[in-house]
């Protein structure tokens, strides 16, 4: 406890996996359908709810944390030369795609907007 707040985190370890149209959702897919999926991740099997900001009590997060390839002997993957994994990730960048949702309080019948960010 500090401050009178008690600090709790929990992580949880997110597999990636190649983007899938139907990973969207039939009301975003026409969205994604002109983009090319095969350079595009998705989180594997997610079914989390991200809320809150860092001003309140309690809010959630993600940590994305890439790290190079190290050979290992104990594995059958072998990693190219640093100065390969330079060159290609030169001018590469990370982008998220997430959906969000706006409440409108004077739509009686469908308040609930959901937007992609």
């Known amino acids: 406890m500090e401050n009178g707040l ?3 985190s929990n992580s949880t370890k997110l597999n990636a996996t190649r983007c899938k149209l139907e990973y969207f959702g ?3 897919q026409k969205l994604f359908e ?3 999926l095969s350079d595009i ?3 594997k099997d997610l079914n ?3 809320f809150g900001t860092f001003s309140e009590h309690t809010y959630s ?3 994305l944390n890439l790290f190079p390839c190290k050979n290992k002997t104990n594995s059958s993957i072998i990693c190219q ?3 390969n994994i330079s060159y290609y990730l030169n001018g590469t960048f ?5 959906q969000n949702i706006n409440l409108a309080p004077k739509d009686y019948t469908n308040p609930k907007k959901n937007y992609w960010r």
């Not at 990370?94 to 997430?98: A, D, G, I, R, T």
Request: overall charge neutral; glycine content about 0%; some cysteine.
């Open 41 to 43: 991740y998705c989180i």
């Open 94 to 98: 990370f982008s998220l795609q997430y």
């Open 61 to 63: 997060f993600i940590i």
């Open 81 to 83: 030369p640093k100065e």
């Open 6 to 8: 008690f600090n709790y």
């Open 34 to 36: 002109n983009y090319s």
């Open 26 to 28: 039939s009301e975003y």
């Open 48 to 50: 989390k709810t991200l």
